[in-house]
């Protein structure tokens, strides 16, 4: 099983950077795809960013060129870069990672993040 622990959520002012960290409990490289998901207050949870195995990264259209999504092999770690940051992007952040031939689901534990305006 994989468990990941995110960090680096808080309270940031609208327009500043925030860089989130999921740390997996496992090499990523036997990860497939790893990705962050967020959920604001009344809304479904949605696909923020995500990359492959390979390298190759997909954005909501509400944060791209804003969010970057990256991975460290050698640290078992994956970040999201986020700046410019606006209100509506004020959610609970989660990292998740999917593998296997079933192409299992794994969470973290999800971080807070707030932008005030």
């Known amino acids: 099983q994989v468990q990941l622990v995110e960090s680096g959520g808080g309270l940031v002012q609208a327009g500043g950077s925030l860089r989130l960290s999921c740390a997996a409990s496992?090499?990523?490289?036997?990860?497939?795809?790893m990705g962050w998901y967020r959920q604001a207050p009344g809304k479904q949870r949605e696909l923020v960013a995500a990359?492959?195995?390979?390298?190759?990264?997909n954005y909501a259209d509400s944060v791209k060129g804003r969010f970057t999504i990256s991975r460290d092999n050698a640290k078992n770690t994956v970040y999201l870069q986020m700046n410019s940051l606006k209100p509506e992007d004020t959610a609970v952040y989660y990292c998740?990672?999917?593998?296997?031939?079933?192409?299992?689901?794994?969470w973290g534990q999800g971080t807070q993040v707030t932008v005030s305006s």
């Open positions: 990359i492959t195995s390979g390298g190759i990264t």
């Open positions: 998740n990672a999917r593998k296997g031939i079933l192409y299992r689901a794994y």
């Open positions: 496992e090499s990523i490289v036997s990860i497939n795809d």
